[in-house]
């Protein structure tokens, strides 16, 4: 079993940042994808980013160079630095943690004011 702890969520006016949070604790594998997702009301969850063991990145194309996830490996977090946010990144922000199995947080909620 693997518990994940987000944090980092609010209000912020358009135009400012956030940064997420996810520490990733219990059986952690060697090799693991942690990523961010997002759903806002009436659509379906989406990919935000992901940063595989190997330290490769996948981003939407909606956030590209808005967004940046960053992790600690010690410490098996993994962050979301976003800035230049906009009102269309409004949602429910989830961590994902996929090895031998997947878990999810429990989800913190970004809102952009515009």
């Known amino acids: 079993q693997v518990q994940l702890v987000e944090s980092g969520g609010g209000l912020v006016q358009a135009g400012g940042s956030l940064r997420l949070s996810c520490a990733a604790s219990g059986s952690i594998d060697i090799m693991y994808v942690m990523g961010w997702y997002r759903q806002a009301p009436g659509n379906q969850r989406e990919l935000v980013a992901n940063i595989i063991s190997g330290g490769i990145t996948n981003y939407a194309d909606s956030v590209k160079g808005r967004f940046t996830i960053s992790r600690d490996i010690a410490k098996n977090t993994v962050y979301l630095q976003m800035n230049s946010l906009k009102p269309d990144d409004t949602a429910v922000y989830y961590c994902?943690?996929?090895?031998?199995?997947?878990?999810w947080g429990q989800g913190t909620q970004v809102t952009v004011s515009s």
């Open positions: 994902k943690y996929t090895g031998r199995g997947a878990y």
